[in-house]
């Protein structure tokens, strides 16, 4: 899940979205992710731990983009 400080109509938002998924690479593996989903904080927030809550909070974040790893 990723926190969308600058919203769902940034850029990278409307490129993942429109291409079906990402990739992902971590420690020189490439990860794809797909089915791209927007969520509300409310739906988000019990997948993210607690120590985030206040943070994200504080940047504004209502957004969350949501892939599943294929």
């Not at 904080?41 to 599943?68: D, K, T």
């Amino acid at each position: 899940m990723c926190a969308l400080t600058y919203g769902s109509t940034a850029d990278g938002v409307k490129n993942t979205q429109a291409a079906g998924g990402a990739m992902l690479v971590y420690d020189d593996h490439p990860i794809r992710l797909t089915e791209p989903e927007l969520i509300e904080r409310s739906g988000a927030w019990p997948a993210i731990p607690r120590s985030f809550h206040l943070p994200l909070r504080a940047l504004g974040v209502s957004e969350y983009l949501f892939l599943r790893r294929s």
